[in-house]
């Protein structure tokens, strides 16, 4: 299995910032693998998340995803992977299907026409297909954003990343605000497009519960890597006080 | 290439649907054409048109809709800073789009919300008996469209050092109302004390300003007396600016991004 995610001697400090928020940090993800971020708020998984997607910069250490280099092949990058992100990056200005058009545009994979009804056939056929699985209706899809619930704007956010159907899923912590349904079919649909496509799935979450079906578990706290390894080696050596969480039913 | 296109296309569509759902903007920007025009234009008129040699309403009218169409675009670009305030600017820049094809599609959409501005200008000229011809239509309307760019640009070079709405909104009458006065929309600058010049001369609402007058009084009697540079002149420095402000707005904007 080739790697699609090599991370080595991974450094960033923020300005201001006497301590680096992620400290050296080195591990691989394998093509097609289910990998988890798994630390409390404040371990440095988001920023971790950020380097990786090309939107943060770092300070010292090397990162390629599919074999890109991320500062030098930034573009080409972000072509080949999808992200959900912590806190909603809607358009609350625009209608749910508005933005998921959006999307569609920015990625290329439809020409962007001003009206849902000149978008092509194809097109609504992916957006139905996508929101039935999430639990989106078709008058959710009208509504403006302002207008959805929490958890609708959460389903709506995933909806629209696996859009362009990327190599490499990530995922900052994606269930918080969805009810335990919505969570299942997530996960459910997911491991599909895993097994469908080969996508690789880079997940950040501090739910042990939803760690527990990855290949590969990586505990982060203060910057720093804690544990590594499959999900039974790491409940085998993870210590009781590790402050993780179960998600809420 | 198309990829690009395609994405510019859809972020200045998405400004321009924006601006169709928000009423109140579209009511307050006819509000200050209509007060600088009617109200001001002709108390001048009424006043000082006898001793300045030429008709003070016509020069407010044009002056004001190259600087409501400037104004209009610059400030439009606003949305950079509350897009990143609402982390919606996280959906654009992981895009796989060069970074300045996002700031060319949020010029353009700002340009094309403004430009709905000219056909409200026009409107009140007709109203106030403004003489404007078929020719002079025709070379003002993509004039107007070009002031619009210039003025996105630099909207994208004051909105890159900007850390929030708060201070966008803030800071941002500071480095337009001055150029009022230093672009002439209101007061002829043909004469002005050495310091003056010199601002006057850096300000870029100046050449904007002068662009849609050289058009409108190209052939009138009056060009020498209120016109300062050819258009031509006008456009090349319009050209380089915009280029200018854009580079340098598009580096700055990504470095705060990405370096925090």
Not at chain 1, 53 to 82: H, P
Not at chain 2, 47 to 57: H, K, P, Q
Request: with cysteine; charged share 15%; proline share 6%.
């Amino acid at each position: 299995m080739a790697n699609v995610i090599e991370v080595s001697r991974l450094i960033k400090r923020y300005k201001n910032s006497p301590d680096p928020s992620v400290n050296n940090v080195s591990f691989a993800v394998g093509s097609g693998e289910f990998f988890s971020l798994l630390g409390p708020n404040g371990a440095g998984k988001t920023t971790t998340i950020s380097i990786l997607t090309t939107t943060l910069s770092k300070t010292s250490g090397l990162v390629k995803i599919a074999g890109l280099d991320i500062d030098r092949q930034s573009s080409a990058v972000r072509q080949k992977i999808g992200i959900i992100f912590q806190n909603p990056s809607l358009d609350p200005n625009l209608t749910a299907e508005e933005n998921v058009r959006f999307h569609a545009a920015l990625y290329d994979l439809y020409p962007y026409r001003p009206f849902y009804s000149l978008m092509p056939t194809d097109y609504k056929n992916q957006v139905t297909h996508l929101t039935s699985i999430i639990g989106l209706t078709a008058s959710d899809l009208s509504k403006p954003v302002k207008a959805l619930s929490g958890g609708m704007k959460r389903k709506l956010e995933i909806v629209r990343s696996l859009m362009h159907q990327p190599q490499i899923l990530f995922l900052d912590e994606p269930t918080s605000g969805l009810d335990p349904l919505s969570r299942k079919n997530l996960w459910d649909y997911l491991t599909q497009i895993r097994k469908s496509n080969g996508t690789t799935i880079f997940l950040t979450t501090h739910y042990l519960e939803e760690a527990e079906n990855s290949d590969t578990v990586c505990i982060i706290k203060s910057g720093k890597i804690v544990a590594l390894g499959s999900p039974a080696k790491i409940k085998k050596t993870l210590p009781a006080a590790t402050p993780l969480s179960n998600p809420p039913t | 290439m198309n990829h690009e296109l395609n994405a510019i296309i859809a972020i200045a569509a998405r400004d321009v649907t924006k601006l169709l759902r928000d009423r109140m903007r579209i009511v307050f920007s006819f509000m200050f054409p209509f007060i600088f025009i009617g109200i001001l234009g002709q108390s001048l008129q009424a006043n000082v048109a006898s001793s300045l040699g030429f008709n003070i309403l016509l020069f407010t009218f044009v002056g004001v809709l190259a600087q409501t169409l400037f104004q209009s675009t610059a400030s439009g670009l606003i949305s950079l800073v509350t897009d990143r305030d609402s982390d919606f600017a996280q959906e654009l820049f992981v895009a796989p789009i060069s970074r300045y094809t996002i700031l060319t599609g949020k010029i353009l959409g700002e340009s094309l919300v403004s430009s709905l501005l000219i056909i409200s200008i026009l409107f009140l000229g007709v109203i106030m008996r403004i003489p404007i011809d078929w020719f002079r239509l025709f070379l003002i309307l993509p004039a107007g469209f070009i002031a619009c760019l210039l003025g996105g640009a630099f909207g994208v070079l004051i909105m890159s050092n900007l850390s929030g709405t708060q201070s966008a909104q803030q800071v941002f009458p500071f480095v337009i109302f001055p150029q009022f006065f230093l672009a002439g929309v209101f007061n002829p600058i043909t004469k002005l004390p050495p310091v003056l010049y010199i601002l006057s001369r850096i300000a870029p609402m100046t050449y904007a300003v002068d662009f849609l007058r050289g058009l409108y009084y190209l052939g009138k009697p009056e060009y020498s007396k209120i016109v300062l540079h050819s258009p031509l002149f006008n456009l090349f420095i319009i050209s380089i600016l915009f280029v200018l402000y854009l580079v340098l707005g598009t580096y700055l904007l990504v470095s705060r991004e990405k370096n925090r």
